[in-house]
């Protein structure tokens, strides 16, 4: 069932938290897209052929937002932190009644800058080739351990872990956690239920701030250690800052390459030219890849208007939330020629899919080793896959959009 349908208002007049529909906002705007239940990608191409912006009383995490469904204006406000600010854009704190900041995501500028300034280095492409042995190993293992037989269910058996697996090593952290690291990370993300979020978050912080504690008093040569040397703006970095920072890496650097592997290896399956193109071609495989980031833009965004201004024509009041569908920009064809082909030899492909603006992600050459390295083992250990059971996969929604069950088999 999709969450939207063209031209039909949300009957609704009240959002997720009971608050009613803003005044300014004109009813015809009013659209029942529910993300979180329904086939995203979908929402956003049923959007784009419609109209440029709408409104959603459904959003779980905020109630109220616009939803821009064009490249140009998602580019606007992303653009310009000055008049659409990131900050509380999570809403994590909040839920535990607390006030630290996903940093440097939910900082504007000039703060966020200083924030930035320390991860930059680590997530630099000199530093993530460093990694390379590192995300070959793990991809080859991982990848082994499923290879002799005749399948695999791909989420669990390796989408799931490999990122897991991948950040552990990064940070420093013992291995023996990764099913708790996952199972925190998977529910902050995706449930929809805030109560169950909260306990999630109040989980993740309770076993960052104990790491942070440990290396207060021991410090080590890792990335926690580095953070918490840092100095913002002359003074030392607090714990509350530094929890910010660990939170957002442990939030965005998990789920995101679980997504992304998912999507990339449905579309593997589902097109078996382009499978084999890649097998006799693996050159291409980049290429493929960075299609792939594309056309599945997986997550959404929020940024809040700090002054009343306009969208599209339509007043926009100051406090105004709107959340940007990266895949809305890059499924937009006045941006993007054909964009609902896979293409691999596409001249120009600046998809929105890391974002656009100060917050560009800082892990996307992380990500793209990553996603890089699994590609290249499962086309060169596995034969020929497809998938084993094209009617049970789902595609399900949330601050990042997922594949819920992948089963492939291979001759
Ligand atoms: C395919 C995988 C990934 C995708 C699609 C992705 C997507 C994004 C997006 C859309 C943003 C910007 C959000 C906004 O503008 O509000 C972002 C920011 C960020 N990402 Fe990623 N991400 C991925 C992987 C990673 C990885 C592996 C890490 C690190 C371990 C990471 C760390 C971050 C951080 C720290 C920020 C905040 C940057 C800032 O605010 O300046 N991401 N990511």
Known sequence: MMGYQAGVQDSRRTDHFGKPLAAHVPPELLRPIDWFGDDPFAIARELRDEVP??????????????????????????????????????????????????????????EHGFYRKILNPMFAPPAVARLTDIVADRAKSLVASFAGDDGCEFIHQYADIFPVQIFLDLMGWP???????????????????????????????????????????????????????????????????????????????????????????????????????????????????????????????????????????HQIKQGDWI?????????????????????????????????????????NHLARRELLYSIRELLTQLPPFRLADPQSVRVCGGATFAVNRLKLRWD
Not at 67 to 77: L, N, Q, T
Not at 78 to 88: C, H, T
Not at 221 to 228: C, E, F, H, K, V
Not at 254 to 267: E, G, H, K, N
């Open 53 to 110: 912006l709408v409104y959603t009383l459904r959003n779980a995490f905020l109630g109220q937002s616009w939803v821009p469904a064009r490249a140009d204006i998602i580019r606007k406000v992303a653009g310009d932190p000055a008049l659409f600010s990131s900050r509380d854009q999570s809403g994590f704190a909040q839920l535990v009644n607390e006030t630290w900041q996903l940093l440097p995501l939910e900082a504007d500028p000039p």
């Open 175 to 313: 291995q023996e956690h990764r099913e708790m690291c996952q199972k925190w990370n998977y529910a902050l993300i995706h449930a929809e239920n805030p109560e169950e979020r909260a306990e999630n978050i109040r989980a993740i912080t309770g076993y960052l701030r104990d790491i942070i504690a440990d290396r207060r008093r021991a410090p080590r040569d890792d990335i926690t250690s580095t953070i918490l040397s840092a100095d913002i703006a002359g003074r030392p970095i607090s714990d509350d800052e530094a929890l910010g920072m660990l939170t957002l890496l442990f939030g965005g650097g998990l789920d995101t390459v679980t997504a992304a592997l998912s999507f990339q290896i449905w579309a593997l399956a589902e097109n078996q030219d382009l499978q084999q193109r890649l097998r006799n071609n693996p050159e291409e495989i980049p290429n493929a890849i960075e299609e792939l980031l594309r056309y599945y833009g997986l997550s959404v965004n929020h940024r809040r208007a700090t002054a009343d201004t306009e969208l599209a024509g």
């Open 323 to 363: 959340s940007l569908i990266w895949a809305a920009a890059n499924l937009d064809p006045t941006e993007v020629d054909d964009p609902d082909l896979v293409e691999i030899d596409r001249q120009r492909n600046r998809h929105m899919t890391f974002s656009f603006g100060p917050h560009f992600c800082v892990g």
